[in-house]
Nanobody, 121 residues
Framework: QVQLVESGGGLVQAGGTLRLSCAAS????????MGWFRQAPGKEREFVAT?????TTYYADSVKGRFTISRDKNTVYLQMNSLKPDDTAVYYC?????????????????WGQGTQVTVSS
């Protein structure tokens, strides 16, 4: 079994900072990439950032220059700076075992439970 456990969500004012963590346990040796997606009420789940096991990173245009994804062993982090109200969403950690998966949620195999991020004006 593969488990993804998230932490770090919360309430922050616009311009503030949050750091999300995702700890993977179980059979993790086959993971090609781990990433972050988010979903706001009434909207589809959208790609935020992905990091591969070779440390290649990908970012959505909406977060480039503000968010940084990194990893340490089986833990993946999302450093979020200069947060905006539009960043408010449930953030999900996901893992993929297929080559080439980085932005399409349908290509990710395992998902965390989600953590709420709320950015106030």
């Amino acid at each position: 079994q593969v488990q993804l456990v998230e932490s770090g969500g919360g309430l922050v004012q616009a311009g503030g900072t949050l750091r999300l963590s995702c700890a993977a346990s179980g059979r993790t040796t086959s993971f090609y990439a781990m990433g972050w997606f988010r979903q706001a009420p009434g909207k589809e789940r959208e790609f935020v950032a992905t990091i591969t096991w070779t440390t290649t990173t990908y970012y959505a245009d909406s977060v480039k220059g503000r968010f940084t994804i990194s990893r340490d062993k089986n833990t993946v982090y999302l450093q979020m700076n200069s947060l905006k109200p539009d960043d408010t969403a449930v953030y999900y950690c996901a893992a993929a075992d297929g080559l080439g998966a980085y932005s399409d949620p349908d290509l990710f195999d395992s998902w965390g439970q989600g953590t709420q991020v709320t950015v106030s004006s």
